[in-house]
């Protein structure tokens, strides 16, 4: 039997966890957030979503969506003492849309099966505007059961939900999916600045790029967005992008598989923080000479 999802709490109410609230709230259902940070407490409050201590949120909820920086932050909210894993009222589902290492997530969805609830790895691409606009992308792990009893409050958040696999096959395809962005974010750059080197503009280059078979979401929309226009603004910054990327470079390791070239990517992004700080926009990291951008 599926359960009626009516409240919905929020962890972590940061530029992405706010907006899926605002989004949640309204579409319909009542939300409750926390986050550590009184600053983020009261601009929930400012945008009508109300906040709960954390032991009562995980009391009270029909459902829980968290946004954390690091998985073993979504580990450590999700067992808080006399929470979750003391309920015995109703079957709860965990969304957690964290990009998270694959074990982590895989020993907390089976802790929270043992207690009777159930666990999504639900990382999601789309930004915050996605997360506002209620268009994210979701890309899924976990079982057939906790993805339908989920389906109404990923409908309300995402465009689009893809279902991989089991528990952690959504940070799997997450983690992929960034190695690639990172990737695209260098060499983008420096395609771009050969063209200039070149003696052809750049702003000329990118228009051919992205009507041919070079294009890529980076291109399309982060160039001429973000980087070109001198904004660097999209919403993630570099010290959560190079998480991504060390924790892909983690699982290709694992999983002893060599990958020359993303190893590189890994190398460029995690060896120097003096050009592109952590709390820096990860599209600074185009290394896009700033004279063009101006």
Known sequence: MTMQIAHVGVIGLGNMGLPMATTLARKGFQVSGFDLSALRRELASQQGIATLELAELLRTADAIVSSLPLGRDVESVLTTPNGLLARSDRRVTVIDTSTADPATTRRLSKLLAEAGHGHLDAPVSGGPSGAADGKLTMMIGGT??????????????????????????????????????????VTTGEALRLAEAAGVSAEAVLQVVNAATGRSAISEIHFPKWIMSGRFDSGFSAGLMRKDVGLAADLARQVNIELPLSQEVARLWLADRSVVADTDDFTRMAGYRKSLAE
């Open 144 to 185: 057939e059961h906790d993805f339908a009893e989920a389906r109404p409050v990923i409908e309300a958040v995402s465009a689009k939900a893809v279902h991989v696999g089991p528990s952690g096959a959504g940070n799997v395809a997450k983690l992929i999916n960034n190695m690639l962005v990172a990737a695209h974010m």
